[in-house]
């Protein structure tokens, strides 16, 4: 089982391996490097898929520290040290977006280009800072947990069964405790919107519009961008990837060929031929 080692994190990932470009995708909030099965399935071996656990979720082993998402994106660089990779492509689904910006603002020269989904570049609004930590405080209670967890589900994923009925086990058997700590970096972060004409690597967002993101901020953050490509995924909710994997996988896959320069080519016959 493959773990990164931090200073004082044990960060686990999965390489699906592959002599193509690296791309490093990070997981929402909540969610674990799992939710990524169809890119890694649709996109491999062109493409070296490698999805990771941020603290507080998946396999990835911490110390239950409070900690930014400054802090995950030297996480994702030490990742990238692991598997030997001097440059890749970062991105992620909402915080995975999140943290794939940073990681572009801490390294420049590791990134090679970003791919955000459900993302944005704000810090979130008082309105958004009072509903989570209702949502919160009641989430430490046992009684309406699973009330909770059911709506949470539909609001990330709409109406797909199976996969609410998967992820709603899953966060209900964690940690209370644990949810709340990486609650911390997601309702503390700091907006980068004033950064971004920074990041001039190419970067694809892609906006379903069903999202928790409003389109305004999707939209600013790829008019900020130098180099970004905007993609809309008309009625999809937060977790695209997942519940609109052709769609998505396609938008990735023509934007990673269009930065992706082809292989050398290979020649055969007498040197001098005509």
């Not at 598997?83 to 909402?94: P, Q």
């Not at 709603?168 to 700091?190: C, F, H, M, Q, Y």
Request: charge should be negative; proline fraction near 7%.
């Amino acid at each position: 089982m493959p773990f990164a080692r931090a200073i004082d994190a044990e960060i686990h990932y999965e390489d699906s391996g592959g002599e193509g470009p690296v791309v490093l995708l990070g997981h929402e909030f909540l969610m674990d490097r799992t939710m990524f099965a169809s890119q890694q399935a649709a996109l491999t071996p062109e493409f070296r898929i490698v999805t990771w656990d941020a603290r507080g979720h998946g396999r990835t082993r911490d110390e239950g520290l409070p900690f930014t998402y400054w802090t995950s994106a030297r996480d994702a660089l030490t990742v990238l040290d692991q598997l030997g990779a001097d440059r890749a492509v970062v991105g992620g689904t909402s915080q995975g977006g999140f943290i794939a910006l940073r990681t572009a603002l801490l390294a420049p020269e590791r990134v090679a280009a970003l791919v955000l989904l459900s993302s944005e570049a704000h810090e979130p609004t008082a309105a958004e800072l009072v509903n989570a930590r209702k949502f919160l405080d009641k989430w430490h209670e046992d009684a309406p947990r699973p009330a909770l967890a059911e709506y949470l589900a539909r609001w990330l994923i709409g109406d797909d069964d199976w996969y609410r009925a998967v992820w709603v086990k899953r966060w209900l058997a964690r940690d209370p405790s644990a949810t709340e700590i990486a609650a911390g970096a997601l309702l503390n972060r700091d907006s980068v919107l004033a950064r971004l004409p920074e990041i001039t690597c190419p970067t694809l967002v892609i906006h379903p519009t069903r999202s928790g993101v409003p389109r305004s901020h999707a939209r600013e953050l790829a008019d900020r961008l130098p180099r970004a490509s905007y993609v809309e995924i008309e009625g999809a909710r937060q977790t695209v990837n997942m519940t609109h994997p052709v769609a998505v996988n396609s938008a990735i896959r023509e934007f990673l060929r269009d930065i992706t320069p082809p292989p050398p080519r290979t020649f055969s016959g007498r040197l001098g031929a005509v």
